[in-house]
């Protein structure tokens, strides 16, 4: 056996394989990753965004007196269950190598459940957005009047709701508009790079 030969044909079997490799396949790899860092770094300010706005909620929960306080608090379980499933949602997108599954499989993933995890926070959306509205009137009321059966009791209260709630339905739109100006163009980018690695 001349192991001198066999070095030798290794040695060109190798460098032959090393040309066949698509230096297209590298830059894909490197452009996606960095389409998931832009993508996960917008996410996580979302869901830091959430307790930036409940924590004073809480703080001025124990600050006020009345029924306010519980109304207040309502609202911060609210969010925080919100972004309790946002980030549970968040913790499934893979970062790190999977040596189990192709670059192709992980972006899909990650691309699908950065969807749902903007498709979760549009349906909390529809829904909070209009009554954003009568729960700022109503919190103003109880802190006013102190009860929930005083605010309740006055005069065309329910009117004043309705009002206010049609006033917030256009900021659905407005919300929608802006998540689009930020997430939009880099999951479509996402998804190029997905369908370059079919």
């Not at 996960?40 to 924590?55: N, S």
């Amino acid at each position: 056996m001349n192991l001198d030969q066999e070095w030798q044909n290794l040695s060109a079997e190798l460098n032959t394989k090393a040309e066949q490799i698509d230096i297209t396949k590298f830059t894909i790899d490197k452009e996606s990753h960095t389409l998931m860092q832009d993508l996960l770094f917008k996410l996580k300010w979302k869901l830091r965004w959430i307790r930036i706005i409940d924590i004073p909620l809480l703080v001025f929960a124990f600050i006020v007196k009345g029924d306010l306080k519980f109304l207040l608090i309502f609202i911060f379980l609210t969010y925080e269950i919100s972004r309790a499933f946002g980030m549970i949602k968040f913790s499934k997108i893979k970062t790190g190598i999977d040596y189990n599954a192709n670059t192709k499989d992980v972006l899909i993933n990650n691309y699908n459940t950065i969807k749902e995890i903007l498709r979760g926070e549009t349906v909390f959306g529809y829904i909070f957005l209009p009554l954003a509205g009568p729960i700022g009137l109503f919190a103003y009321k109880l802190f006013v009047h102190q009860s929930f059966k005083q605010v309740i009791s006055q005069p065309n209260i329910w009117y004043q709701f309705l009002a206010v709630a049609l006033i917030g339905i256009p900021f659905i739109f407005i919300a929608s508009k802006m998540n689009d100006s930020i997430f939009k163009k880099p999951l479509n980018e996402l998804k190029n790079k997905i369908a370059e690695l079919s």
